[in-house]
């Protein structure tokens, strides 16, 4: 049972570049979810998913698109990267009873 | 909008002494809260889950307090060790899902 797994760990992206964070979990849970950590902002949610096929938008949605064509994966695209995109990603999934488990992150930087 | 409050953003005492963490949060209607764990460059680790329906959860040293009406919950944790030392983050869940963070408290355990 690996959890939530996350790709890559790290990314260095020029302005203007495009790319996809992978997400996916063994758990079999339906929630899932995506948040940025800033130092000073804590952290924030981009999207959440209640479900294949279902995906919605959270606190800080612009500039990433999301999809969840099955359970296990919900990857994150970021359409034409910004300086300000620069963060650290972190994916999450949530039992039935609200337990939410995070993945390792993945640290983005671009220049 | 849940405003989600962590006192003291930083905290120092020597190996053997008991820790207080506190989380405030402004709207009491809340599905659960959670204790987190970050060490430096790493993902969120899962301390406690406290339903809305508890006063408090525990585990080994940890302790875990829920006073929903007043918007506060404080984690414990007893006969602190050196490896102790992280940042102690505090999440508040809607019924949606959907986590508000507290900026987070960072703990230095002294040998």
């Known amino acids: 049972n690996a959890g939530v797994t996350q790709t890559p760990k790290f990314q260095v992206l020029k302005t203007g570049q495009s790319m996809t964070l992978q997400c996916a979990q063994d758990m079999n849970h339906e929630y899932m979810s995506w948040y940025r950590q800033d130092p000073g902002m804590g952290l924030r949610l981009i999207h959440y998913?209640?479900?294949?096929?279902?995906?919605d938008q959270g606190e800080v949605p612009n500039g990433y698109n999301v999809s969840r064509s099955t359970t296990e994966d919900f990857p994150l695209r970021l359409l034409s990267a910004a300086p300000s995109q620069t963060s650290v990603y972190f994916c999450?999934?949530?039992?039935?009873?609200?337990?939410?488990?995070f993945g390792p992150g993945t640290r983005l930087t671009v220049t | 909008k849940q405003e989600v409050t962590q006192i003291p953003a930083a905290l120092s005492v020597p190996e053997g002494e008991n820790l207080v963490l506190n989380c405030s949060f402004t709207d009491s209607a809340i599905y659960n809260l959670q204790w987190f764990r970050q060490d430096p460059g790493k993902g969120l680790t899962s301390l406690l889950l406290i339903q809305s329906s508890q006063r408090e959860q525990t585990s080994g040293r940890l302790n875990a307090s829920l006073d929903k009406s007043s918007g506060r919950s404080t984690l414990y944790i007893a006969a602190s060790q050196p490896g102790d030392s992280a940042t102690y983050l505090c999440a508040v869940n809607r019924d949606d899902y959907k986590l508000s963070f507290g900026a987070g408290t960072t703990v230095t355990v002294r040998a």
């Open positions: 998913s209640v479900g294949a096929g279902i995906t």
């Open positions: 999450a999934s949530s039992s039935r009873r609200g337990e939410q488990y």
